[in-house]
C-alpha cells in the first residue's frame, strides 16, 4: 500500500536492534481467505524502511499460517508481508500470541481482526477506518494527538499527518517524547536525522514562497513542460489561444479530488468557447497508477495531463512555490496569469476571460 509509505527518506542508514534468541516463543497465527500458498514475513522496520526478518513461512492451501520465533520482540514498528501485500504495525514487546483473520483482499486496507494485544488490535482498526477515508482528517489528527504510545503516534504521523510540508510541524511536535520515551531504541537517533531533514525543506519552501512572491497576477505564466502517462511532454505554452486554468493536484489530494467535479462541469460547459484545463499532479514516483486511476475515476476528459512523478519535488510546483494543493492559476489567451486560486468565483472569472 503506496499511500501507507514504507519511511524511506532517503537518509542515513541506522540499523535496526539485533534479534538474539532467548528463549521466550513469540507466535502470529492467521487465517486469510483467498491468500493460499503465499510467503509470509515478519520484520522489524526501522524509519527508513530498513528491515530486519523476525520470522517467515508460508500460507497452507486454506490461507492459514503460524509465524513461530523465540528472537527477541522488542517494541517496534513491524510490517507483515503476506504475498506482495504488506501492512506495518507497532508490537510493544510484551504481547506473545497474536491471531489476525480477514480476507486477503483487504489486507492493505487493514480490513482484518488482530486480537492478543489491545494495542495493536486498536492501531489496525483505526488505521483501517483512516485509510477507508471513514475518519475526517480532525478525527486523524485527535488520534495522533491522544496517542500514549509514542511509537504509534510516531507511525501514524509520519504515514497520515504529511500530506504537505505544512502538516510536518505536528510530527516534529514529537521530538520531546521520542528523546525521552524512545532513547533505548534506533528510532530516537533516526528522528533526530528526520527532523534535520524536514527542518531543511521546511527553510526550502519558505525561501521558495519568497521567490514565489514575485509571481504575480499580469504576469507572464513560466513554462511547464512535462510527460504526460504516455510519455508524451505537454507545453502550457501549447496551450496559447486558450483561456488555461492550470491545476497543480494529486491523486492522494481529497481536497483536490472533490474539487474536480466543478472542474469537469466548468470544462464540460466551456470547452467549446476556447477554454481548457492543464493539470499538474505532484503524485509520486511509483504511484503513475493511482494517477492515471484518478483521472479516468474522476473523468478529468482534457487532455493537458502531466507529472515528474517527483511529489513535494515537482519541478513545476517548484518554479510556481506551490506549497499546498489544490493551487489554481487563471491564465488568459496570452498565458498572462489573471487570476491565482479562484476558487469561489472561478466561473465567473472564466467567462470574463472568454
Known sequence: MSKFLYFVLGLFFIAACSEQPTGEEFK??????????????????????????????????????QLVTNKSIAEAIYQLSIGHKK???????????????????????????????????????????????????????????????????????IAFLMKTPDEYKNVRALAPRVEEDLSHTPYANEFKEFVKYYDGKVRENVEGAQQASLLNIGDQAPEIAQPNPDGKIMKLSDLRGKVVLLDFWASWCAPCRRANPHVVSLYNKYKDKGFTVYSVSLDRNGQKDKWVAAIEQDKLAWESHVSDLKYWQSAPAQTYGVRAIPATYLLDRNGIIRKINPRNNLEASIKELL
Not at 481467505?33 to 524502511?49: C, H, R, T, Y
Not at 486496507?109 to 485509510?131: A, E, R, W
Not at 477507508?132 to 495522533?144: I, T
Open 87 to 157: 501492512v506495518s504495525f507497532v508490537l510493544n514487546g510484551e504481547d506473545k500470541d497474536l491471531t489476525i483473520k480477514g480476507n486477503y483482499g483487504d489486507f492493505e486496507k487493514y480490513n482484518f481482526d488482530l486480537s492478543g494485544s489491545s494495542l495493536t488490535g486498536s492501531q489496525v482498526l483505526s488505521y483501517h477506518k483512516i485509510i477507508s477515508e471513514d475518519w475526517p482528517e480532525v478525527m486523524v489528527l485527535d488520534y495522533f494527538n491522544n496517542m500514549e504510545n509514542t511509537l504509534v503516534a510516531l507511525q501514524t504521523g
Open 28 to 65: 502470529l497465527s492467521g487465517q486469510l481467505f483467498d491468500a493460499p500458498n503465499k510467503e509470509v514475513q515478519l520484520n522489524q522496520i526501522s524509519l527508513q524502511g530498513q528491515r530486519t526478518l523476525i520470522a517467515s513461512t508460508q500460507t497452507d492451501a486454506r490461507g492459514n499460517f
